[in-house]
């Protein structure tokens, strides 16, 4: 039984890397369409420094959690297709060629 070499452990660094920083760019860009099509309101409420720039509720708060989302869920879908593509691989081993 060939046994499926592409385990959590060890897609996960590589996964995070590629998931989250492709993932926030796409955030980035959600987060900026939908802050145009909707308004940020006064300009005070553009996030400002500190954790005020992590607020969910001012311009650059709500840009930087979406990045956050996406980044995270991005990561999430990687592993689990290199998981699942192992699993595959090692069922395809085992099975006789045809």
């Given at each position: ?8 452990m ?8 590629a998931?989250?920083t ?31 720039a ?45």
């Amino acid at each position: 039984m060939s046994t499926n070499k592409l385990t959590v452990m060890k897609t996960l660094p590589i996964a995070l890397i590629a998931g989250v920083t492709t993932g926030m760019g796409n955030g980035s860009v959600f987060g900026a369409a939908v802050m145009c099509a909707v308004g940020r309101g006064p300009y005070e409420s553009w996030g400002g420094w500190g954790m005020e720039a992590y607020d969910p509720g001012t311009f650059s708060g709500f840009v930087d959690a979406m990045m956050f989302l996406f980044g995270i869920v991005c990561a999430i879908i990687i592993v689990a297709a290199w998981v699942k593509h192992g699993t595959l691989e090692a069922a395809a081993k085992v099975a006789p060629a045809r």
